[in-house]
């Protein structure tokens, strides 16, 4: 990805290569189709896929398949949009028809069609990727509750299911929405969305409604559904994020002190932003929540040599001090020794220095702990050390 994107849409991005890694949807490393609508929910999902294709985060490149339903009369004019659209990603596009009965369960038909001619498509070893997000899972959720009085039937669309792949659901349709406008994407919406003969429009409808008074419900579903699954053992396990730390590191009481050495080139930048990361992990109860959409963060900060603290899930705590990253565990504080010989490897940190070089070249911001506070201390390279990490 060369050309720099607005940060909430490399959150996104990176938010939904995560969830599909440690899910394993392996969408990273076998082929993948697009059930591509012309909706915003697909629309958005090739672009993701594109941009992840692009920044060499996944082994291929995605095709798309397009289904004319031959229900609408303005199909043409989505149907060369979305030509348009996959030519300028440089993606190939296949257009299928596919006929159905139009009976009363009109929906289930259209969608068991659907299904059908996807699945003839695919070539071997190739997954199917659908955009269903949450709010669509917390929808079906409610319907088959509805309908069935099975605590299986209400735990909401899954994210895999043979060949298909959901790699939206961990993501809102407000998410999808912010993402779409932000890359500048342009989509079509289905005129049978809003109507109401249709059960689900139904409910969307309603929980449009609920969501002002809950706006935290597509979250409790989430969390809901999982542990379901989990009950029944039906939930699809997380892989570890740990990978192996390939630079130098010591490891404290209080956490990590990563040393960031440009000279050695065998460690690019990347891996050390890596590194830093699997430290993160390593110091964290969580592997969710901020972590990962802190971590473009914690890679301007390397980038940039910018002095700056960043919060992470679990409590963790990441210091940038230019040479030396510190990683300090939920609830801990630096711990300074007076003398060298205390610790093993030490790593000069809180320095004396005379008033009048007070403000000279400084090589990198320091911090001490003080009655529970961080205060932070300027380290010159010629002066006296009195502390030590």
Not at 47 to 76: N, W, Y
Not at 306 to 316: I, M, T
Request: with cysteine; aromatic share 12%; hydrophobic share 35%.
């Amino acid at each position: 990805m060369n050309r720099k994107l607005p940060i909430f849409s490399l959150e996104f991005i990176s938010f939904v290569e995560n969830f599909a890694k440690s899910h394993g949807l392996d969408i990273d490393r076998r082929p993948t189709v697009i059930a591509l609508s012309g909706g915003i929910d697909s629309v958005s999902l090739l672009k993701v896929m594109s941009l992840l294709f692009e920044r060499g985060k996944i082994a291929f490149k995605p095709r798309v398949i397009f289904i004319d339903h031959q229900t609408r009369s303005h199909i043409e004019r989505e149907k060369e949009a979305m030509i348009r659209y996959c030519h300028s990603l440089d993606i190939d596009i296949s257009i299928s028809k596919v006929s159905f009965e139009h009976s009363r369960n009109f929906e289930k038909n259209a969608r068991d069609a659907r299904y059908k001619l996807f699945k003839s498509e695919l070539k071997n070893n190739e997954l199917l990727l659908l955009g269903h997000h949450l709010g669509d899972s917390l929808e079906w959720s409610l319907m088959q509750t509805l309908k069935s009085s099975s605590l299986k039937s209400s735990l909401g669309i899954p994210v895999i299911n043979g060949v298909i792949r959901r790699p939206f659901l961990c993501v809102s349709k407000n998410h999808i929405i912010r993402f779409a406008k932000e890359m500048g994407l342009k989509w079509f919406e289905d005129p049978t969305n809003s109507d109401v003969i249709f059960e689900r429009n139904l409910i969307r409808k309603h929980l449009k409604e609920l969501e002002k008074t809950y706006p935290k419900l597509y979250a409790h579903h989430a969390t809901r559904s999982a542990s379901l699954a989990k009950k029944f053992g039906l939930h699809v396990k997380e892989r570890s994020n740990k990978k192996a730390i390939k630079g130098p590191y010591l490891s404290r009481e209080w956490g990590y002190i990563y040393i960031h050495d440009e000279n050695d080139n065998s460690f690019s930048f990347d891996q050390r932003c890596e590194d830093c990361l699997q430290l993160i992990f390593k110091g964290s109860k969580s592997s969710r929540g901020k972590i990962r959409q802190q971590y473009q963060k914690l890679k301007d900060l390397i980038r940039d040599y910018k002095v700056a603290e960043l919060n992470f899930s679990g409590g963790v705590r990441f210091l940038h001090f230019q040479e030396i990253s510190l990683i300090l565990r939920a609830q801990e504080n630096i711990k300074l020794y007076s003398k060298a010989s205390h610790i093993p490897e030490p790593v000069p940190f809180y320095v004396h220095v005379k008033r009048k070089n007070g403000l000279k070249n400084p090589s990198f911001l320091a911090c001490s702990e003080h009655d529970g506070d961080l205060n932070y201390f300027y380290r010159y390279p010629d002066a006296q050390v009195k502390y030590w990490l």
